[in-house]
């Protein structure tokens, strides 16, 4: 019911190991202070959920938080791999990463199918690629009005969905503007959920193309400025591209990693 | 990033230019003013960009992020700056993007490139090696390209010429061209004509009408057609009517330059 909360505190809560959780943004509004908290609580075996992993799964997978990737693009938008990524699938280090691989498309599908109480989605997609060859969770199905052959794909219902905005009030209803990716479907879908917002204040005032989500679709707000670092909260703050792309130099090596880790995310207490 | 040959300076009358910015502006210049374009990041992005600044002002940049006509004053990082969004005509929920405006075949032109492209100018953007679940190299995967690569009404492709990245068949294909050759598109249901242009450092690569097999149809100014032939792992069809691509222009060259010092 959008309890405010502390970070750590709604963390706690929600993120168990061995939980499915999905922390989403697409470029924008990602919520990596979360996925920080969620190493600096040492969760481990969870199955993480995101269309474009990016740094933050690529800090998470390297500090040992995950068993297994869902996820659809993988990789340093604008700079290249995610090394820790590839160090987890090429050689199982610090531990091995199961994938289940899709498409953007299917992947925005499965989660408005979750968001929607639906068991599954359809779409033209897949079709005369090798993915439904390697992922089991995309098969034909027969349109029973035409008769012609599409592609299904399973709802997503992670069990805890998690994603950054811009401000909530303080009865916990959200809003978001700028690129809104797939967050309300994230949310919606999931069976709870955390949003971290750059700030609470007294009321929302209309912003156009902005999406709200009710208190009541909300299981915990957490008020963490700058909490989408190096992404952006639009109106806030801007893409630290310089991050993103010293970021490729970090984690090319399991020692700089490791030295980067405990520098910036586990010995960091957040604010209460 | 994959190492390809050095860049080799072209000499023109007023002007040097490289292999690099070649491949560029041969690609902006397959845009045509007004078309709906999906546009990876990357080379894909400058070439979208530069074209709008040159002879295509009106072209509609489409970002995977929901950014629907972006007008970005700067090159964009990723797909999701805050600049496509600020400058966009809409923005729209990501969902929306791939099943409102690409799936039903509303976009004109996905522009995409590749790890890995083979004879039938399908693409592997998902492992290198000969097994899925032990790869020799694990690259980012699909994002929107299957369905870019399926639906657009057509698709161009941009990717430096190696025998690395031109093999005769892609380890995985994460997006379909033709298939295993002509009548595969159909059969497999895929609404868009497939990849029409593949544009290299080394020059221009179009399906053969007849056989749907990539075909050298133009050398950039200066490269001998044998060095393209050379960097290809299939035996590479030359056309008999060989074109050369023109050289680009100061005008190009200059906007080209300006959008990649902002950068």
Redesign the interface.
């Given at each position: 019911m959008g309890v405010i909360a502390s970070l750590p505190e709604a963390v706690t809560e929600l993120v168990r190991d061995g939980a499915t959780v999905a922390l989403e943004g697409f470029t924008h509004l990602i919520p990596v202070a979360a996925g920080h908290e969620i190493i600096r609580q040492g969760r481990r075996d969870l199955t993480l959920v995101r269309m474009t992993p990016d740094i933050v799964y690529d800090q998470m997978i390297g500090a040992g938080c995950a068993r297994k990737l869902v996820f659809s693009w993988a990789g340093n938008p604008g700079v290249g791999s995610l090394h820790r990524f590839r160090d987890a699938v090429q050689r199982g280090w610090p531990a091995p990463l199961e994938i289940e691989e899709h498409s953007h498309a299917g992947m925005a599908n499965r989660y408005v199918a979750g968001a929607s109480g639906l068991p599954f989605a359809v779409l033209r997609g897949y079709v005369g690629t090798d993915l439904p060859a390697h992922t089991a969770t995309i098969k034909p199905i027969t349109c029973p009005f035409t008769g012609e052959v599409l592609t299904a794909v399973p709802a997503l219902n992670p069990d805890v969905g998690i994603v950054h905005a811009q401000r909530a009030d303080r009865a916990g209803n959200v809003q978001l503007w700028g690129i809104t990716g797939v967050h309300k479907e994230v949310v919606l879908a999931s069976h709870r959920s955390l949003v971290t917002v750059e700030e609470v204040v007294d009321e929302l005032d209309p912003r156009p193309g902005a999406v709200i989500l009710p208190s009541w679709a909300v299981t915990y707000v957490a008020e963490v400025p700058g909490g989408a670092h190096p992404s952006y909260a639009m109106g806030y703050s801007e893409r630290d591209n310089d991050y993103y792309q010293a970021w490729d130099a970090i984690s090319r090596d399991r020692e700089a990693f490791t030295a980067w880790l405990e520098e910036h995310v586990r010995s960091r207490v957040p604010a209460p | 990033?994959a190492g390809g040959a050095r860049a080799e300076p072209g000499t023109g009358a007023m002007t040097t230019w490289t292999a690099d910015e070649m491949m560029t502006v041969a690609a902006a210049r397959a845009l045509r003013d007004g078309a709906r374009c999906f546009v990876g990041?990357?080379r894909p992005s400058t070439a979208a960009n530069l074209a709008r600044r040159t002879h295509a002002p009106n072209l509609v940049l489409i970002y995977?992020?929901?950014?629907i006509g972006a007008k970005p004053a700067t090159l964009?990082?990723?797909?999701?700056?805050?600049v496509?969004?600020?400058t966009a005509d809409a923005?729209v929920?990501?969902?929306e993007i791939?099943?409102y405006w690409?799936?039903p075949g509303r976009i004109d032109v996905g522009f995409l490139g590749a790890a890995q492209i083979d004879r039938y100018g399908n693409i592997n953007t998902?492992v290198i090696g000969d097994h899925?679940?032990?790869?020799?190299?694990?690259?980012?995967?699909?994002?929107?390209?299957?369905?870019i690569a399926?639906?657009c009404r057509e698709v161009i492709v941009i990717v430096k010429h190696s025998p690395r990245a031109f093999v005769e068949r892609v380890d995985?294909?994460?997006?379909?061209g033709y298939?295993s050759g002509p009548g595969?598109r159909a059969r497999?249901?895929?609404?868009g004509r497939g990849p029409v242009l593949v544009i290299t450092d080394l020059g221009v690569l179009e399906p053969d009408p007849r056989t749907a097999e990539l075909t050298l149809t133009h050398v950039h100014p200066g490269v001998d057609p044998a060095r393209a032939v050379g960097a290809t792992g299939w035996p590479l069809a030359v056309a008999p009517s060989l074109g050369v691509t023109p050289e680009p222009g100061p005008a190009e060259l200059a906007a080209l330059r300006l959008l990649e010092r902002q950068d």
């Amino acid at each position: 019911m959008g309890v405010i909360a502390s970070l750590p505190e709604a963390v706690t809560e929600l993120v168990r190991d061995g939980a499915t959780v999905a922390l989403e943004g697409f470029t924008h509004l990602i919520p990596v202070a979360a996925g920080h908290e969620i190493i600096r609580q040492g969760r481990r075996d969870l199955t993480l959920v995101r269309m474009t992993p990016d740094i933050v799964y690529d800090q998470m997978i390297g500090a040992g938080c995950a068993r297994k990737l869902v996820f659809s693009w993988a990789g340093n938008p604008g700079v290249g791999s995610l090394h820790r990524f590839r160090d987890a699938v090429q050689r199982g280090w610090p531990a091995p990463l199961e994938i289940e691989e899709h498409s953007h498309a299917g992947m925005a599908n499965r989660y408005v199918a979750g968001a929607s109480g639906l068991p599954f989605a359809v779409l033209r997609g897949y079709v005369g690629t090798d993915l439904p060859a390697h992922t089991a969770t995309i098969k034909p199905i027969t349109c029973p009005f035409t008769g012609e052959v599409l592609t299904a794909v399973p709802a997503l219902n992670p069990d805890v969905g998690i994603v950054h905005a811009q401000r909530a009030d303080r009865a916990g209803n959200v809003q978001l503007w700028g690129i809104t990716g797939v967050h309300k479907e994230v949310v919606l879908a999931s069976h709870r959920s955390l949003v971290t917002v750059e700030e609470v204040v007294d009321e929302l005032d209309p912003r156009p193309g902005a999406v709200i989500l009710p208190s009541w679709a909300v299981t915990y707000v957490a008020e963490v400025p700058g909490g989408a670092h190096p992404s952006y909260a639009m109106g806030y703050s801007e893409r630290d591209n310089d991050y993103y792309q010293a970021w490729d130099a970090i984690s090319r090596d399991r020692e700089a990693f490791t030295a980067w880790l405990e520098e910036h995310v586990r010995s960091r207490v957040p604010a209460p | 990033m994959a190492g390809g040959a050095r860049a080799e300076p072209g000499t023109g009358a007023m002007t040097t230019w490289t292999a690099d910015e070649m491949m560029t502006v041969a690609a902006a210049r397959a845009l045509r003013d007004g078309a709906r374009c999906f546009v990876g990041i990357g080379r894909p992005s400058t070439a979208a960009n530069l074209a709008r600044r040159t002879h295509a002002p009106n072209l509609v940049l489409i970002y995977e992020s929901g950014t629907i006509g972006a007008k970005p004053a700067t090159l964009p990082l990723s797909i999701g700056d805050g600049v496509l969004a600020d400058t966009a005509d809409a923005v729209v929920p990501v969902p929306e993007i791939f099943n409102y405006w690409l799936q039903p075949g509303r976009i004109d032109v996905g522009f995409l490139g590749a790890a890995q492209i083979d004879r039938y100018g399908n693409i592997n953007t998902t492992v290198i090696g000969d097994h899925y679940g032990d790869p020799t190299v694990r690259l980012p995967g699909a994002g929107g390209a299957p369905e870019i690569a399926a639906s657009c009404r057509e698709v161009i492709v941009i990717v430096k010429h190696s025998p690395r990245a031109f093999v005769e068949r892609v380890d995985f294909v994460t997006s379909v061209g033709y298939g295993s050759g002509p009548g595969d598109r159909a059969r497999l249901g895929l609404t868009g004509r497939g990849p029409v242009l593949v544009i290299t450092d080394l020059g221009v690569l179009e399906p053969d009408p007849r056989t749907a097999e990539l075909t050298l149809t133009h050398v950039h100014p200066g490269v001998d057609p044998a060095r393209a032939v050379g960097a290809t792992g299939w035996p590479l069809a030359v056309a008999p009517s060989l074109g050369v691509t023109p050289e680009p222009g100061p005008a190009e060259l200059a906007a080209l330059r300006l959008l990649e010092r902002q950068d």
